[in-house]
């Protein structure tokens, strides 16, 4: 171009020209401009807005919470110009700034006038969780999220849009609080009138579990709650209603009771379906053996459920024929099924009176032809009370030792009793075997002689022993036999002449001689006699020296015998 065309250009046309230029290169700052990509690395965007440089923006901003980046080269956006050519000649932009611009105006105009906007949870926070409305970060407090608060875990809204209405806006601090509570309500007074139109007792409805507690389930019918009481969810028996109902579950219920002033309802599930107890099977008759499956234990018996559908009871006495049957939990577990027989039917409390041991023969009636009295056995403790032991005999029959029969030593019995315990073997005998009251009486002590008939097969009554004194008091001396056998005299028994019978003429550790004169059974001890060997020497002294004719005294008799024993 030479010079001439040069100065062709008019000065208004180098006005315009220069005007032109400065339009499309300057960049005023803190405005939202189009920008285009010309780059993409090491997750930097480099945008071009027209100015004397570019500027960068990090790729994280060009996608919201939870989604993958979508950019190319040569794609427009809207960015916020922070500042042109600062020190280090770089002009700073924000894809977010001027996405949260711009999408601000549109919130502020929702809160202002009571629109629903649509955010989508991306994080659980504290007390909460954080929504994305469009870029521009809100807070969705935990209160807010549902009127019906039947979500189980706050886990399942996330990265999922949701109808909001904005509670409170503060652009000073950048604060945006939402509600979806606030458009439940809205929701939920609508479809309450509806519901309330239409519903009379009867009514078969729609609803959603809401609540479970131990006496009932809460059921969110839309609009407005009913408890279904765990007496009207099954026609048997449950423990919970969690057993049957699951959170939030969509379930049918039956309008039982509608109380239109307090807008209370009581529902029912089992109305559903007929009533078993109507029309009973045709296996559930009075003596007849059927199949029930254990439901549930206790310190009494077992509960039972017939066909699926019939409750039924077992008291612990029913479960053996043990006399002392040991806890249920040692004879069944829960979900086993037995066979059982039916002794009653109980329409009235709508529970059926089964038993176990029924279905098997008596043992006691068979019993003696596999036992009899004085048999030994080898057998263990079952149980142990203040009184005894009992331990295993035969089959599901107990015998029991009582305390008194563990020793013939009567001292030795508690101390004995006190170190057993459940378990351990033992040898018994059979002592006594009563049917009809299903009693077996059995010993331990009786597997060995009793000391006390020994000694009185050697030494019968009347026969004289010796012993030494281990005890005097004022109306006794106590007198030991042997090691096993003890005797006593009492003071009348010491002499023949009454006042020889002081017992402070004896003294312990003195040996003594006396006579056998009764068997005390009850505390097992001699009854002896000292008075008795002086009656017995007076009549051999008058059968071997006196006579009727002789004239001599008596006094004369015994005085010459006492000094020729002198």
Same mark, same amino acid.
């Given at each position: ?94 894809? #977010? ?17 009571? *629109? ?12 909460? $969780? ?51 509570? =606030? ?7 609508e479809q309450r009138e509806e519901l309330l139109s239409t519903i009379k007792e009867g009514s078969v409805v729609d609803g959603k579990v809401k609540n479970l507690t131990d ?76 199949? =029930? ?18 409750? =039924?009871? $077992? ?11 040991? &806890? ?73 030792? &009582? ?11 508690? +101390? ?31 597997? #060995? ?14 026969? *004289? ?18 090691? &096993? ?7 009348? +028994?010491?002499? *023949? ?43 051999? =002294? ?25």
């Amino acid at each position: 171009m030479d010079n001439t065309s040069i100065n062709k250009i008019s000065n208004e046309d180098y006005e315009k020209l220069i005007s032109k230029t400065f339009k499309d290169t300057f960049v005023k700052e803190k405005t939202i401009v189009s920008g285009k990509v010309i780059s993409i690395e090491n997750d930097l965007v480099t945008i071009d807005v027209g100015s004397k440089s570019e500027g960068r923006i990090p790729l994280s901003e060009f996608h919201r919470p939870g989604q993958k980046p979508e950019i190319s080269v040569g794609e427009s956006f809207e960015v916020f110009i922070e500042n042109v050519d600062n020190s280090n000649g770089e002009t700073v932009l924000s894809r #977010e700034k001027a996405i949260k611009q711009k999408s601000w105006n549109s919130l502020q105009d929702s809160f202002e006038n009571n *629109k629903v906007v649509t955010g989508i949870p991306f994080n659980r926070v504290k007390g909460g $969780m954080s929504v994305d409305l469009n870029g521009v970060i809100a807070f969705l407090p935990g209160s807010q999220i549902d009127t019906r608060q039947i979500l189980k875990d706050t886990k399942e809204l996330l990265n999922k849009p949701l109808d909001l209405m904005i509670l409170k806006m503060d652009k000073f601090r950048g604060n945006i609080v939402v509600s979806r509570k =606030a458009i439940s309500e809205v929701e939920l007074k609508e479809q309450r009138e509806e519901l309330l139109s239409t519903i009379k007792e009867g009514s078969v409805v729609d609803g959603k579990v809401k609540n479970l507690t131990d006496y009932g389930a809460f059921i969110d019918l839309g609009g407005m709650d009913g408890l279904v009481h765990i007496t009207d969810i099954s026609w048997t028996k449950i423990n919970s209603p969690s057993e049957i109902l699951n959170l939030g579950e969509n379930i049918k219920v039956k309008v039982l009771k509608f109380d239109e002033e307090l807008s209370r309802l009581s529902l029912g599930i089992k109305q559903l379906t007929e009533n078993p107890w109507d029309n009973l099977d045709e296996d559930i008759i009075i003596d007849k053996n059927v199949s =029930a499956k254990v439901n549930s234990l206790n310190d009494t018996g077992i509960n039972l459920l017939i066909n699926e559908k019939y409750d =039924a009871v $077992m008291t612990l006495n029913e479960l053996s024929w043990l006399k002392k049957p040991p &806890h249920p939990s040692k004879l069944v577990s829960v979900d086993e099924v037995l066979n059982v027989k039916i002794l009653e039917i109980d329409n009235e409390k709508k529970k059926i009176i089964c038993s176990l041991k029924q279905t098997k023969l008596n043992p006691w009636d068979k019993l003696k032809e596999d036992i009899n009295v004085n048999d030994v056995l080898d057998t263990e403790i079952v149980n142990i009370v203040d009184f005894g032991i009992f331990v295993k005999v035969h089959d599901e029959i107990d015998g029991m030792v &009582h305390v008194s029969d563990l020793s013939w030593d009567e001292k030795e019995c508690q +101390n004995i009793l006190d170190n057993f315990k459940k378990g351990d073997k033992v040898k018994v005998k059979i002592l006594e075997i009563n049917v009809e009251k299903e009693r077996i009486s059995l010993g331990i002590k009786q597997l #060995e002689s009793d000391p006390m008939q020994d000694f009185l097969n050697q030494h019968p009554l009347k026969s *004289k022993i010796s012993g030494k004194i281990i005890e005097v008091n004022e109306k006794l001396v106590s007198i030991q036999v042997n090691d &096993h056998i003890v005797g006593t005299i009492k003071k009348s +028994n010491l002499s *023949k002449d009454k006042s020889e019978q002081k017992t402070e003429r004896f003294a312990i550790g003195e040996q003594v001689d006396s006579v056998i004169i009764s068997v005390d059974q009850k505390s097992r001890t001699l009854n002896l006699s000292i008075k008795e060997i002086e009656i017995q020497d007076e009549k051999e =002294a008058l059968s071997k020296y006196g006579s009727s004719d002789s004239g001599a005294s008596l006094g004369e008799i015994l005085g010459s015998i006492l000094k020729k024993k002198d």
